[in-house]
């Protein structure tokens, strides 16, 4: 009989779950945070999700993926984009989120927030 992270289910969920930088494991071994995810009445296997803060390092990383370059060397108007982009995703709710993506950015904290503040700015037009 083939393990849990074999069964269909998990084959199914564990794109999602590697893209949320979280973690299958056996059901068995699940915490009390873990999610169990049962196939037709049976526990099949547990999904640790990942704290927020490293989700935000997660989501970093797949963002210079997607880009194909350090955030750094992104151009201005693109940095611009990425802060919208993490703002929708709550990235600034997250202890230390500003100073987090500044860093991962190259830019100061207070350009981070002209960047938020700017967006904020436009939305009312």
Do not use: C
């Amino acid at each position: 009989m083939n393990g849990p992270s074999e069964h269909p289910l998990a084959r199914a969920v564990k794109p999602l779950v590697d893209a949320m930088g979280g973690e299958l494991v056996e059901p068995g071994q699940a915490s009390p945070d873990d999610v169990v995810l049962a196939w037709e009445g049976e526990d099949v296997i547990a999904v640790r999700l990942p704290q927020l803060s490293d989700s935000l390092d997660h989501i970093l990383a797949a963002l210079e993926r997607r880009h194909g370059m350090p955030l750094s060397e992104l151009d201005r108007r693109t940095k611009q984009l990425v802060v919208r982009s993490l703002e929708a995703r709550g990235a600034f709710s997250v202890r230390h989120g500003v100073e987090t993506v500044a860093g991962a950015l190259g830019v100061s904290r207070f350009t981070v927030y002209n960047y938020l503040n700017r967006e904020n700015g436009t939305k009312g037009e």
